[in-house]
């Protein structure tokens, strides 16, 4: 069923056979999936892709699961396409859309790459799995193992959003909350991994949560009659689904699917941890360590990711640019989306709405530009960011507030 042929490292090139386990090349570099694209094309046109089921799989043919038993899914991916109406008119740009990623399974787009990864995994004969994570990698991880049956041990900063601790331990994982980041959190599973006989499944440490993450590039394509967008604005953080994107619209082009033209990719992170803007800013090909990172964007607190490379690729050669947007503008973003559009964004994908204001107002895109901004989560997960903006009297002061008056 799949057309994989082997895999590639993105920096140094060298191959490795496909159908055994693998993280990094040896040169250090992350892996990426090959695939007989030309049979692919004789065999599979565009058409047929809609013949396939509602959820990311329906690109089965490109993706790396050979045996179909071995699919791990909770009907993740077609996530809607939302033609951002009212929010278009307050900014004066009718053509803005929502890539609502937050109806996803575990409420992020986090589930699309490891549907894929713990589906390879089973393909693999995984029975461990172990993950650093800012958040809602751990929860879709949790969720995807708990539904295969196999062991899933997180390793999270303490002070993730109370939904992402929540669910990984209702889904029964292996749970430890580090006093640190999830670039601390990585070494810890480094440090255990051989000897406790898990398979790391770090951001780009194995090939195929990109692989998963690639869909949502195929998805918009397909939502758009075969189209691309003039600008994709993307949060990001290991920049995963960046990188997997720009993947599939070169593998569509190669497949006759699309032509040779590309979004401007927007690379948009947080003030308080913004590598790869500033390394944009500063004409580098890659980031550096950002120290004391912090945003209630917990899915951009990366301070290092190891494709930063392959994310400013993406975003130079497609003459895009990067935008960092503070905290207090994310979370404004978000009432405003929610407010105009009835979607609540977690603060990563309304970072991206904030990112489009400035770029309008700056003169980058023009009003009548097609522009995609993702929001990668539900804002219900971040209750305790998004409370900043609500907050709640204590019993018996509600009448101060305009309230509800408690009954006596
Ligand atoms: C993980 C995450 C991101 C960043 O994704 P990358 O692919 O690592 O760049 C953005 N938004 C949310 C909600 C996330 O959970």
């Known amino acids: 069923m799949s057309y994989v042929t082997h895999l590639e490292?993105?920096?140094?090139?060298?191959?490795?056979?496909?159908?055994?386990?693998?993280?990094?090349?040896?040169?250090?570099?992350?892996?990426?999936?090959?695939?007989?694209?030309?049979?692919?094309?004789?065999?599979?046109?565009?058409?047929?892709?809609?013949?396939?089921?509602?959820?990311?799989?329906?690109?089965?043919?490109?993706?790396?699961?050979?045996?179909?038993?071995?699919?791990?899914?909770?009907?993740?991916?077609?996530?809607p396409l939302v033609h951002a109406r009212r929010l278009g008119k307050q900014l004066g740009a009718d053509q803005v859309w929502v890539k609502d990623e937050g109806i996803n399974p575990t409420g992020s787009f986090k589930a699309r790459g490891l549907s894929c990864a713990i589906s390879m995994g089973c393909e693999l004969g995984v029975r461990k799995f172990a993950i650093p994570s800012a958040g809602n990698a751990a929860s879709a991880m949790a969720a995807y193992a708990a539904a295969a049956g196999l062991e899933a041990h997180i390793f999270m900063p303490r002070d993730v959003p109370q939904s992402n601790y929540i669910e990984c331990k209702a889904f029964g994982a292996h749970v430890t909350l580090v006093e640190g980041l999830i670039s601390d959190c990585g070494k810890m599973v480094a440090a255990r991994k051989d000897a406790e006989g898990w398979f790391?499944?770090?951001?780009?440490?194995?090939?195929?949560?990109?692989?998963?993450?690639?869909?949502?590039?195929?998805?918009?394509?397909?939502?758009?009659?075969?189209?691309?967008?003039?600008?994709?604005?993307?949060?990001?953080?290991?920049?995963?689904?960046?990188?997997?994107?720009?993947?599939?619209?070169?593998?569509?082009?190669?497949?006759?699917?699309?032509?040779?033209?590309?979004?401007?990719?927007?690379?948009?992170?947080?003030?308080g941890c913004a590598p790869i803007v500033k390394a944009f800013e500063e004409g580098k090909p890659r980031s550096e360590f950002w120290d004391n990172a912090s945003t209630v964007a917990s899915g951009l607190r990366v301070p290092k990711a190891l494709g930063d490379f392959l994310v400013l690729n993406a975003v130079r050669e497609s003459g895009g640019t990067a935008v960092a947007v503070s905290d207090a503008d994310m979370l404004d973003a978000g009432v405003e989306l929610a407010t105009l559009e009835g979607m609540f964004a977690a603060p990563e994908g309304a970072a991206c709405v904030a990112a489009l204001k400035k770029l309008l107002r700056d003169g980058f895109l023009k009003p009548s530009d097609r522009v995609v901004l993702y929001n990668t989560g539900s804002g219900l997960k971040y209750l305790e960011a998004y409370s900043v903006r609500f907050p709640r009297a204590a019993a018996g002061e509600q009448d101060k507030l305009g309230g509800l008056i408690t009954p006596r």
Not at 262 to 269: A, D, F, N, Y
Request: proline content about 7%; hydrophobic content about 40%; overall charge neutral.
């Open 200 to 271: 790391d499944v770090s951001t780009l440490k194995e090939p195929y949560r990109i692989e998963g993450k690639k869909t949502m590039g195929l998805e918009v394509a397909e939502q758009f009659g075969w189209e691309l967008p003039d600008a994709i604005f993307y949060p990001a953080g290991g920049g995963v689904g960046m990188i997997g994107m720009w993947k599939a619209f070169g593998e569509m082009e190669a497949l006759g699917w699309i032509g040779p033209k590309r979004p401007k990719m927007i690379c948009v992170q947080a003030a």
């Open 9 to 79: 490292c993105a920096a140094c090139a060298k191959h490795y056979a496909a159908g055994e386990l693998h993280n990094l090349c040896e040169c250090g570099g992350p892996l990426l999936v090959r695939y007989d694209l030309g049979a692919v094309k004789r065999s599979w046109p565009r058409d047929a892709v809609s013949d396939g089921p509602s959820s990311m799989w329906r690109y089965a043919p490109i993706l790396p699961v050979r045996d179909r038993s071995h699919i791990v899914s909770l009907g993740e991916g077609m996530t």
